[in-house]
């Protein structure tokens, strides 16, 4: 799918104000913009976020506001100030300011980059032309797919589930333009709105390299079909939530035999990645491309190649192609109007060359201090939640001890990495915007090729300093926070214990949970998918598991759009016990044992409000019917209002009584960890 725009507006900010304090280096802030007309227990993300959310503006640039993801359209502010300045300055070629300098500046010359038009493409478009039969196809495929031209083939190497010591070779469902396959199947106004803008979008690619606008059609029906097919074969994302069903490792043997269309020995060989087997996670696509490659006419798939090349790479041509692009943005997220260059160029050369950015970043933007007091955080969450586990009446001794040794197992990750990405092998000319891309991603590739059949490098880090999240991976059993989210309304350095445990460290209780939910259990500390559990505590574990779908499956986004339980459980299983260890935390500090009111607000209730602020999100509709159709999150109220209803001190905090809409009896309350 051609990305669509998922990082918007919203730092939030805090007034600070005066007051004597017995740990002096930290300000105690006050928390203002609460509507106490509104009753906290009938809807707390309101009661806090009313006001804001009322008048807020969402940018026309951007599909939402606030804070979470959509933090990372200020931070892309930040990164354009860095990037303006080191494009300008004298750099050492082959040095990291050079490379990010002159990436930038390449994508900042629109006037070269229209003057080129398609060109960039027309030898690849060229190689689609020169095709000739099934087995020359998939060598076109292989090879783009090395050059991050990818269609048909999804291949990458990572850990082994079963040996996560080591790396294997990974292959897994791809080959469609829209989300999720459901899009092709949905038929409610809003997705068939959604399918006709997509049709559009692949009509009028065709048509800006030559193509009449009757034939352009033909060609984007015949693609559109080609997708539909694949996406019949595509697991749901609630099926890829199962671990083991999506653990098929495969000798390449067998699959040659299975599969001789797609002819995986020769695949391989043109991947350059020497392996004599095959983790396939989702066998059933790669049946279905198997018996499509020979019942779909060679004449139809090159044009199905044609229309993904220049999706993959539209944003990155002349004007009309990235005009193009944003009509079709347009209708699926909402956002109004392009994002400014700048931007654009902030994001493009943080996923390309993200760690040599991110050093730049980094230096400027997180201090020392920061990385020292957030381990302080972690390591607090960390022991507040072994004493969760040691005090769980549903689990055994036995178990307890397990689940123990893997929360003390974790490595913790704050900040940056400790070793930073070589980009020695990566060629950026300021003149050649195109081709710094194919470069850029062709390293990428062979950096990942490198580590087939080798140990995993535990040191490795999947997203770039700079960027607002956090990440369990539960493969390596860590949990990993950039130096992007470490800032307010999560993090801040010179504010009291109840904002930064409502803030972070309701975070990392919630990253530190996925190590326990529904896929995260069934990992070993090792970071093996091995079982752990006594059968018996499985099934109660189970048990609550379904507590959270049922319950989440009742709450109300947009109209009759319900959250998706099954598809968030993961999630909002975190969010429910990240903030009930990150409570128990914080009521080991100083602070949280202290019942002195500050701004009106005790430091339980400043705790809370904590919670909400930092999912103060406010999005457009057509946003939200993204998010709830294919992000495994609940939408930010619910992530609010879905937790507190089931924290026993929220309860008392805020004297939330049976007639409250968010009151539930303590029997209906969820407690999994």
């Known amino acids: 799918m051609k990305k669509t725009s998922l990082l918007l507006l919203g730092l939030l900010s805090l007034a600070s104000c005066k007051k004597e304090e017995k740990t002096p280096q930290k300000k105690f802030k006050e928390i203002t913009g609460i509507s106490q ?58 040095s990291i300011a050079q490379k990010v300098g002159d990436f930038y500046a390449s994508g900042m010359d629109t006037a070269t980059i229209n003057k080129r038009g398609f060109d960039p493409v027309k030898p690849i478009l060229n190689e689609i032309d020169a095709i000739s039969d099934i087995s020359s196809m998939m060598h076109f495929v292989t090879n783009a797919t090395r050059s991050g031209n990818g269609s048909i083939l999804s291949f990458y190497v990572g850990p082994d589930d079963k040996n996560s010591q080591m790396n294997i070779a990974h292959a897994s469902q791809t080959g469609i333009g829209l989300p999720d396959r459901d899009y092709y199947f949905s038929e409610d106004s809003e997705t068939e709105a959604i399918q006709k803008a997509y049709k559009k979008y692949l009509s009028t690619l065709f048509q800006l390299t030559g193509v009449s606008d009757a034939e352009a059609s033909k060609k984007a029906d015949l693609v559109y079909d080609i997708e539909k097919q694949i996406a019949e074969s595509h697991r749901t994302r609630i099926e890829r939530r199962d671990v083991k069903a999506n653990y098929n490792k495969m000798a390449v043997s067998e699959l040659e035999e299975k599969h001789p269309n797609i002819g995986w020995a020769t695949v391989l060989e043109d991947l350059n990645a020497q392996t004599d087997s095959i983790d396939v996670g989702q066998p059933e696509y790669y049946d279905q491309l198997n018996s499509l490659l020979k019942a779909v006419p060679l004449e139809d798939w090159k044009v199905y190649l044609k229309a993904h090349t220049l ?54 933007y997180f201090p020392e201090e ?12 960390q022991k507040a939640y072994a004493k969760r586990i040691e005090d769980l009446e549903w689990m055994s001794d036995s178990t307890k001890l397990k689940a123990k040794e893997k929360l003390a197992a974790i490595t913790k990750k704050i900040g940056y990495p400790d070793h930073w990405k070589d980009y020695s092998n990566v060629s950026i000319d300021r003149d050649t915007y195109f081709e710094n891309i194919v470069s850029a991603s062709s390293a990428a590739y062979q950096r990942n090729l490198e580590k087939l059949g080798k140990p995993v490098d535990k040191s490795e880090w999947f997203t770039t300093p700079s960027t607002v999240t956090a990440y369990n991976n539960p493969s390596a059993n860590e949990i990993v926070f950039p130096a992007g989210i470490l800032q307010p309304p999560y993090f801040d350095n010179e504010a009291d214990d109840a904002l930064n ?9 919630h990253e530190l949970t996925h190590t326990f939910d529904d896929q995260g259990a069934q990992f070993d500390k090792e970071g093996n998918v091995k079982n752990w559990w006594t059968d018996s505590d499985y099934e109660k574990f189970k048990s609550r598991i379904q507590q959270v779908i049922d319950q989440y499956d009742e709450f109300t986004v947009l109209d009759s759009l319900h959250i998706k339980g099954a598809m968030t459980v993961g999630e909002n299983t975190a969010d429910i016990a990240g903030v009930a260890v990150a409570y128990d ?42 998010w709830i159709n294919n992000n495994p999150h609940s939408p930010p109220s619910w992530r609010v209002n879905g937790p507190l209803m089931n924290n026993p001190h929220f309860y008392e905090a805020f004297d939330v009584q049976p007639e409250d809409s968010l009151y539930l009896s303590e029997d209906e309350r969820i407690l999994i960890w």
């Not at 260059?341 to 493009?348: K, L």
């Not at 972070?504 to 209780?509: A, D, E, K, S």
């Open 501 to 509: 445990y409502g803030g972070i460290g309701m975070v990392i209780g």
């Open 37 to 94: 007309d509104l009753k906290p227990g009938d809807n707390f993300f309101r009661y806090v976020n009313a006001k804001w959310y009322d008048t807020i503006t969402i940018p026309e640039t951007q599909a939402g506001a606030g804070a979470y993801m959509f933090m990372n359209y200020p931070q892309r502010l930040r990164l354009q100030g860095i990037l303006d300045s080191v494009s300008k300055s004298e750099n050492a070629k082959g």
């Open 585 to 626: 935390a914080f009521k080991m500090t100083e602070q949280g044992q202290d019942t002195t009111k500050i701004g009106g607000f005790t430091p339980d209730q400043r705790f809370f409000l904590s919670v909400a602020k930092i999912w103060r999100v406010k999005m457009k509709d057509e946003f939200l019917r993204l």
């Open 311 to 364: 999706e993959n790479y539209a944003d990155n041509l002349s004007k009309p192609f990235v005009d193009a692009s944003f009509d079709f943005t347009k209708v699926i997220s909402g956002q109004a109007v392009q994002k400014t260059r700048g931007e654009i160029m902030a994001s493009a050369v943080d996923g390309y060359l993200g760690e040599a950015l991110g050093q730049l970043y980094v230096k400027k």
């Open 370 to 381: 920061a990385k020292e007091r957030m381990q302080e955080l972690v390591n607090n969450v």
